[in-house]
Nanobody
Framework: VQLVESGGGLVQPGGSLRLSCAASGFTFSSYTMSWFRQAPGKERELVASITNTGGRTNYADSMKGRFTISGDNAKNTVYLQMNSLKPEDTAVYYC?????????????WGQGTQVTVSS
């Protein structure tokens, strides 16, 4: 199983970035895909999630209206479009894949990609 994030970098406040997470080694379309982030000295928090079976999305309140999560089942890839970035969005962003079955489940993480919002 692999989750490979890309697209992070340095951006000025108000700018945009698009993160990608390429998945392999599992049935991508059956999983809920999420983006989490972790800033220095803080706990990892959910940014957004999408159910690949139905495309239902969920966002943390502070990201609503600025971030958009989407998935491409044909490419086994999930994206996070981030607009109107703020310095407080600076963090390592992690891709997560989760499957919950009857009495079992799977949970995978990517290695993370750094996003720095600074002038």
């Amino acid at each position: 199983v692999q989750l490979v994030e890309s697209g992070g970098g340095l951006v000025q406040p108000g700018g945009s970035l698009r993160l990608s997470c390429a998945a392999s080694g599992f049935t991508f379309s059956s999983y809920t895909m999420s983006w989490f982030r972790q800033a220095p000295g803080k706990e990892r928090e959910l940014v957004a999630s999408i159910t690949n079976t139905g495309g239902r999305t969920n966002y943390a309140d502070s990201m609503k209206g600025r971030f958009t999560i989407s998935g491409d089942n044909a490419k086994n890839t999930v994206y996070l479009q981030m607009n109107s970035l703020k310095p407080e969005d600076t963090a390592v962003y992690y891709c997560n894949a989760k499957f919950i079955g009857l009495g079992y489940g799977y949970n995978y993480w990517g290695q993370g990609t750094q996003v720095t919002v600074s002038s």
